[in-house]
């Protein structure tokens, strides 16, 4: 048995074999493993080579237990269908990548229960902090954020109650703008296809609508207002209420993406044309923006930036850089204008 138990080897190479094998101290492996400390080219050549002989693998688990660091940062998404999203995913994953981190991601599908359960997991899984995009106002997230103490940053939405670092839009200003320059063009009822009000966008690119109408000395009409919760499906709903109602606006801004989408097939359904019948606005530019028929008018979200910053101030929190009270970044939007709004007709006035 003694026989047995001493020819017994892990079947798994370690860092002790890649040091012999490289002629190598195992400090040494393990500067290069770890980057914990500056190794020659050719000893770092040495010991890369012998790990691809052997076929040395780094064991996580072990690793992160020792230094009390997972190297991971927890990514929550409200709806990773959403161009907006996924291109931000894409840059956050680029920025940390390059800092040695490591992105788990989770998409909360605009479902606070489902956020709730993900958040859960991520703090479970041992991450080292959180970027989140809320799905909504939600107590219990509120107090899973402030039990965990994790180094926070929430993108693109505000949560009220969670005192964290933050990315995001001036999206009243943003809205104003779109809204002044359609109210511009003669349009004087103006559809607006809203996002989920339990948000903070939702409720802010709103109230950039209404104030866009104030400032105008117009009225703001309920009649003219559909809840669109950012989705496809709910925004061509509220579109063919709009279009089909007694007096049908002239124009319809979206506040998404994803919404526009819904609208333009309600007035492709109807047997409307834009913008010869209506003119369409969206908030959120994407890659076939510009091949749409027409061209949709947009408002342009500084994606690359909002994902930078957000990873650097992720960042910045777990290297001890940053000790100050949480940063509300806040960016500017840009409108895109394209071919799909145009000056009112004379006919589209005697309709409306």
């Known amino acids: ?40 080219p050719e000893l770092r050549s040495r010991i890369e080579q012998a790990i691809g002989q052997i076929g040395y693998k780094r064991n996580a688990i072990a690793r992160s237990l020792k230094l009390g660091t997972t190297r991971t940062v927890g990514l929550m998404v409200a709806d990773i269908t959403n161009p907006f999203f996924t291109d931000v995913v894409a840059v956050i994953q680029e920025v940390l990548h390059r800092a040695g981190y490591a992105v788990m991601l989770c998409c909360s599908d605009e479902d606070v229960i489902l956020q709730d359960e993900q958040i859960a997991l991520l703090i479970d899984r041992s991450v080292d902090g959180l970027i989140i995009a809320p799905a909504g106002d939600d107590e219990t997230l509120k107090r899973m954020i402030a039990a965990a103490s994790l180094p926070t940053v929430l993108i693109d939405r505000l949560c009220d109650g969670i005192d964290t670092d933050a990315v995001v839009l001036d999206n009243r200003r943003a809205v104003q703008d779109a809204t002044r320059y359609m109210l511009g063009l003669g349009h004087r009822r103006i559809g607006y296809i809203s996002g989920a009000l339990d948000t903070s966008t939702g409720r802010e690119r709103l109230s950039g609508y209404r104030a866009a109408l104030e400032a105008a000395g117009l009225p ?43 609208v333009m097939k309600a007035i492709r359904d109807i047997g409307l044309r834009c913008p010869d019948d209506v003119s369409v606005a969206s908030f959120d530019d994407f890659p076939w923006a510009d091949v749409f028929q027409p061209h949709l008018t947009t408002i342009a979200q500084p994606v690359q930036a909002i994902g930078e910053q957000a990873a650097q101030l992720v960042l910045d929190r777990l290297s001890g850089a940053s000790t100050e009270t949480p940063r509300r970044l806040v960016l500017q939007g840009r409108l895109v204008i394209r071919d799909s709004c145009r000056p009112v007709s004379l006919a589209q006035r005697a309709i409306a």
Request: charged share 20%.
């Open 220 to 262: 703001f009409e309920e009649s003219l207002i559909r809840i669109g919760n950012f989705r496809e499906k709910d925004a061509y709903t509220a579109a063919i209420q709009l279009l089909t109602s007694p007096e049908r606006p002239t124009g319809i801004f979206s506040a998404n993406n994803l919404m526009v989408i819904g």
């Open 1 to 40: 048995m003694r026989e047995r138990r001493s020819s017994r080897k892990s079947s798994a190479p370690t860092m002790l074999d890649v040091a012999k094998v490289a002629g190598v101290s195992v400090a040494t492996v393990s500067a290069v493993i770890n980057s914990s400390a500056p190794v020659s």
